[in-house]
């Protein structure tokens, strides 16, 4: 085969072209942020506190197990003993076993784990009303919620701003 090298065999956009590309990109970007104020549904919403609930137990699991490593070492630290305060158990290894069980079992334990969800669920209107009734866990869950909608509406529209440029600059 031969190839003629003095054949262009890709165009570079031009400077207008790559504005007008980069522009629809962020104009896609932008409106898809608007996906922040899409409407919570039920089911979502009780997912996600339940997924927060979770990670919180499992987090709480990792730090007592941290202060029981300490506690066997004779060494704890102050940051063991504000934890152990403020879930309110004694500075024992038993006493933050016993604890480590009864998290794991909170979110584990296929009737607690279904009264935990129908609580979320009863009170879904309450909190999607009244942001104060709220505690942690539900308005980090509705932050999240919220959150991703923006990430995931903001990508989205950026790749369709950008296929929608890609489309119009196209050389016809």
């Given at each position: 085969?031969?190839?003629?090298?003095?054949?262009?065999y890709f165009q570079r956009p031009t400077v207008?072209?790559?504005?007008?590309r980069a522009g629809a990109t962020l104009l896609?970007?932008?409106?898809?942020?608007?996906?922040?104020?899409?409407?919570?549904?039920?089911?979502?919403?009780?997912?996600?506190?339940?997924?927060?609930?979770?990670?919180?137990?499992?987090?709480?699991?990792?730090?007592?197990?941290?202060?029981?490593?300490?506690?066997?070492?004779?060494?704890?630290?102050?940051?063991?003993?504000?934890?152990?305060?403020?879930?309110?158990?004694?500075?024992?290894?038993?006493?933050?076993?016993?604890?480590?069980?009864?998290?794991?079992?909170?979110?584990?334990?296929?009737?607690?784990?279904?009264?935990?969800?129908?609580?979320?669920?009863?009170?879904?209107?309450?909190?999607?009303?009244?942001?104060?009734?709220?505690?942690?866990?539900?308005?980090?869950?509705?932050?999240?919620?919220?959150?991703?909608?923006?990430?995931?509406?903001?990508?989205?529209?950026?790749?369709?701003?950008?296929?929608?440029?890609?489309?119009?600059?196209?050389?016809?």
């Open positions: 085969m031969n190839y003629d090298a003095s054949m262009t207008s072209e790559r504005s007008k896609g970007g932008v409106a898809g942020m608007t996906c922040y104020y899409l409407p919570i549904t039920k089911d979502t919403f009780v997912n996600e506190a339940f997924r927060v609930t979770k990670k919180n137990a499992e987090n709480d699991i990792k730090a007592l197990n941290v202060a029981a490593d300490e506690i066997s070492k004779n060494k704890l630290s102050n940051e063991s003993k504000i934890l152990l305060h403020r879930i309110g158990i004694a500075e024992s290894l038993d006493a933050i076993k016993d604890k480590c069980k009864t998290l794991q079992e909170g979110v584990t334990d296929p009737t607690t784990v279904k009264a935990m969800k129908k609580d979320f669920a009863d009170h879904f209107k309450s909190y999607k009303k009244d942001a104060s009734l709220m505690d942690t866990v539900t308005s980090k869950a509705m932050s999240n919620i919220k959150w991703n909608g923006f990430k995931w509406g903001m990508g989205i529209g950026a790749v369709l701003g950008m296929s929608l440029s890609l489309f119009g600059t196209k050389d016809r």
